[in-house]
């Protein structure tokens, strides 16, 4: 019995022992403990570019489809800072009376506007505002605002419309005409679709019609803020 036991265990060990040899053998053969990567890919996948989302619509188009009641809502974050009453006090910012139109850094007389602004220059025109309210700093580095803007660009065209209710300002700028792609690069027409035959599918009197020339017949149908 004890022989009997003894030669079962034997086959056991053995049976390990070879199991640990074929272990290493393997690791060694497919590398299976070097991280590196193999010099040549099974596969590669390659990923489609996309755009750099929604093309940016021009303030011109904005401000013609504003609403200065609802500039007004938005200026009511302003008014910590701002008046815009003609004949308003300075505060923490300057009164923002007849603003649009006005000399950057230099509107309300006696407000001690930073150099920053006042480094930058030009008329406050409605690109020159559109840019300080959505970031001040980015504008004028160096200003004492400390208003961070507005993201939205049809909020900061309302408050644009709002601030020419309040002293006016140059006059509004031309909407611009944007195109629409009417196709995708690299799409295809579907059967049946688009100005010619396609394969699989019999042609319409229209698509017939489109690849004629000139002199052939038809068939019948029968078939918060601002400067500181």
């Keep these: ?11 056991i060990l053995f049976a390990g022992i070879i199991a640990l040899g074929l272990s290493i053998a393997s690791g060694l053969y497919f590398h299976a403990d070097d991280p590196e990567r193999p010099e040549t890919m099974a596969y590669s996948v390659e990923v489609a ?23 007004e809502k938005v200026f009511a974050k302003c008014t910590a800072c701002h008046s815009i009453n003609s004949g308003g006090p300075n505060g923490i910012g300057p009164n923002l009376y007849g603003v649009l139109g ?3 850094g230099g509107h309300a007389p006696g407000f001690a506007y930073s150099s920053a602004l006042k480094e930058v220059g030009g008329t406050w025109d409605y690109d020159a505002m559109n840019a300080w309210l959505e970031n001040p700093k980015a504008f004028a580095p160096g200003t004492k605002m400390s208003f961070a803007g507005l993201g939205n660009p049809q909020d900061r065209a309302n408050v644009m419309l709002y601030m020419l209710q309040n ?16 196709a995708i690069e690299g799409e295809t027409d579907g059967t049946g679709e688009g100005p010619g035959a396609t394969e699989g599918a019999a042609p319409d009197t229209v698509e017939a019609a489109g690849a004629m020339g000139d002199e052939q017949p038809v068939p019948s149908q029968g078939g918060g803020a601002a400067e500181n």
């Design 167 to 182: 002293g006016g300002g140059p006059p509004l700028p031309e909407p611009v005409e944007i195109e629409e792609e009417t």
């Design 1 to 11: 019995m004890n022989d009997r036991t003894n030669t079962i265990f034997g086959w």
């Design 49 to 71: 570019e996309t755009g750099g989302g929604e093309a940016e619509v021009p303030i011109a188009n904005l401000l013609a489809a504003g609403d200065a009641a609802a500039g």
């Design 102 to 104: 006005s000399a950057i």
